[in-house]
T-cell receptor, first 111, second 113 residues
Framework: KNEVEQSPQNLTAQEGEFITINCSYS?????LHWLQQHPGGGIVSLFM???GKKKHGRLIATINIQEKHSSLHITASHPRDSAVYIC?????????????FGTGTRLTIIP | DGGITQSPKYLFRKEGQNVTLSCEQN?????MYWYRQDPGQGLRLIYY???????QKGDIAEGYSVSREKKESFPLTVTSAQKNPTAFYLC????????????FGDGTRLSIL
């Protein structure tokens, strides 16, 4: 079983819909990251969370440390949001910043 | 603009050849990383370096080598000992520490001829 699980694996939605992508992890962490991978392959860091909630534009990320769960929400989705969204965690107690990655959620927004 | 530059974007290797992937950053980051991405799998760490002239093996270091002679540069060599080198390779950097975000390059896609 992977230490980081994402759901769904694939998600197709109409433009304007509210999107939720989920991430669950099974180990103690010091931080959780949400990343966006564009069709060309480049990766952009969206959020880094250790507690609570963060918002940037139409993107919102939340984390529940007790339940070992995080969600990424996109409001008023747009075709340019189409990408692979990756959840990654920094394991607690390793003394370095090694990331463990989920396999990603492929999001397609249809105009 | 500061960022990470990976080159080339596409690379082809013949059987038995070593190839070197370039990664350069001008973000003044101390730490640099190499990841491998295969279809249906999460990114896996090959090597990382927290400081110049020092580096550590990641989860899948066999068949790869690195050097860190300058803060800005962290080249990855895929040796002939790597039996399945076809993959997408991503370089990243950060200021170091467990709560610093990593900044990624655009990747290099390596294929075997």
């Amino acid at each position: 079983k992977n230490e980081v699980e994402q759901s769904p694996q694939n998600l197709t939605a109409q433009e304007g819909e509210f999107i939720t992508i989920n991430c669950s992890y099974s180990v103690g962490i010091s931080a959780l990251h949400w990343l966006q991978q564009h069709p060309g392959g480049g990766i952009v860091s969206l959020f880094m969370l250790s507690s609570g909630k963060k918002k940037h534009g139409r993107l919102i990320a939340t984390i529940n440390i007790q339940e070992k769960h995080s969600s990424l929400h996109i409001t008023a989705s747009h075709p340019r949001d189409s990408a692979v969204y990756i959840c990654a965690v920094t394991l607690r107690g390793f003394g370095n910043e090694k990331l463990t990655f989920g396999t990603g959620t492929r999001l397609t927004i249809i105009p | 603009d500061g960022g990470i530059t990976q080159s080339p974007k596409y690379l082809f290797r013949k059987e038995g050849q070593n190839v070197t992937l370039s990664c350069e950053q001008n973000l003044n980051h101390d730490a640099m990383y190499w990841y491998r991405q295969d279809p249906g799998q999460g990114l896996r760490l090959i090597y990382y370096s927290q400081i110049v002239n020092d580096f550590q093996k990641g989860d899948i270091a066999e068949g790869y080598s690195v050097s860190r002679e300058k803060k800005e540069s962290f080249p990855l060599t895929v040796t002939s000992a790597q039996k399945n080198p076809t993959a997408f390779y991503l370089c990243a950097s950060s200021f170091g520490g467990s709560r610093q975000p990593q900044h990624f390059g655009d990747g290099t896609r390596l294929s075997i001829l």
